[in-house]
């Protein structure tokens, strides 16, 4: 299964769809996911789901708007859906009857006060 | 999208660009594009090109290669190598005072022969087999050399000397990183001459004779079929 950050950067890739690519994926993950993600993590786990069949990436041609440089752009596998929906489903299973899944578990404290 | 940078902010982002030396073609091209286009600080960006270039480092490192490279051959060589030239160059300097000896031309023309050889066959081995870990080869062949020469200033051992193994070795590893697998002949042939260099030194342990055996073997069990 894969792990949490391949999970973002599979659901980033796929949110932009055919406009997924290094720069504008960390901003998804930035924006949407609340948390820092450098371009030499994304850059390396890139890597590693492509290693694993998960994504595909290849360059782009060069743009103006980047100086006349390539894009790296990314497209999720069909292997690579299916791993991300594994994760998912497997962290709403987890999270059945906690407070923070459906809220019939253990109350949060800020829930309590 | 970035705004227009100021002289200040076009001078730092001179430095990415010049950090970004650190990384392979690819990675440069992409991570400056996306730099480009991103509105992030400079420090960012650099940490972001640095970043990448370090765990593309850590990545080479879980591998085999950059440690038989550095530790495994370009340590030991470089402390064998540097004996044998000082033998070598002494050679050639006896043969030089006295030209007229046909032994002492052979003595010293062989020394120099293997010398170089093993040389070059031990940087060829090293270009070849760790080529994005070069630098860690250098400080390792390098480290022994400069400590031999700060340890003995002018005392059988300068400069000079140990260029007899260093250009041979350099000529090597540039090589190496070109063709990565020599012809079965060749590579035959190195690995009986490093043998022999082996054989007549006669010294250290078994970890050590290992050590510079086996770029010998390696070149002859990856080399080329059916090519000279």
């Known amino acids: ?113 | 999208m970035k705004g227009q940078l100021g002289i200040g902010g076009m001078r730092w982002r001179c430095v990415e660009e010049a950090a970004a030396v650190l990384l392979a073609p690819t990675d440069r091209e992409v991570m400056l594009g996306d730099l480009a286009e991103t509105e992030c600080s400079v420090w960012r960006g650099l940490g972001d090109v640095v970043s990448l270039a370090a765990r593309r480092q850590l990545d080479l490192w879980k591998g085999w290669r950059p440690w038989a490279a550095s530790i495994g051959l370009a340590l030991p060589a470089s402390l064998f190598l540097m004996g044998w030239s000082v033998a070598a160059s002494g050679s050639v300097a006896g043969f030089l005072g006295e030209p007229t000896q046909l032994g002492a031309v052979w003595f010293a023309l062989s020394r120099l022969l293997l010398v170089t050889g093993w040389a070059w066959m031990a940087g060829f081995v090293v270009g070849s087999v760790s080529r994005g870990t070069l630098w860690a080869s250098a400080l390792a062949c390098g480290t022994p050399c400069l400590h031999c020469l700060s340890l003995w200033p002018g005392h059988g051992l300068s400069f000079l000397r140990l260029l007899v193994f260093l250009l041979p070795g350099l000529y090597g590893v540039w090589s190496g990183r070109r063709e990565l697998r020599l012809g079965l002949s060749l590579a035959a042939f190195l690995a009986a001459a490093g043998a022999l260099a082996f054989l007549i030194s006669g010294k250290g342990g078994w970890m050590y004779s290992s050590s510079l055996l086996w770029p010998g073997l390696y070149l002859t069990a990856t080399a080329k079929r059916g090519s000279v």
């Not at chain 1, 930035?30 to 290849?58: F, H, M, Q």
Request: aromatic share 8%.
């Open chain 1, 1 to 113: 299964m894969v792990g949490e950050f391949e999970y973002l950067i599979l659901s980033a890739a796929a949110h932009l769809g055919e406009d997924a690519y290094g720069a504008a994926m960390r901003e998804v993950i930035e924006t949407t996911g609340g948390r820092k993600c450098s371009l030499g993590a994304l850059y390396i786990t890139l890597d590693r789901l492509e290693a694993k069949g998960l994504v595909e990436t290849w360059l782009s041609a060069p743009t103006q708007q980047r100086g006349g440089r390539a894009k790296r752009m990314v497209k999720v596998t069909g292997e690579g859906a299916r791993e991300a929906r594994k994760f998912y489903e497997t962290v709403i299973r987890i999270s059945r009857g906690t407070a923070w899944g459906d809220g019939r578990g253990n109350r949060l404290p800020e829930d309590a006060a």
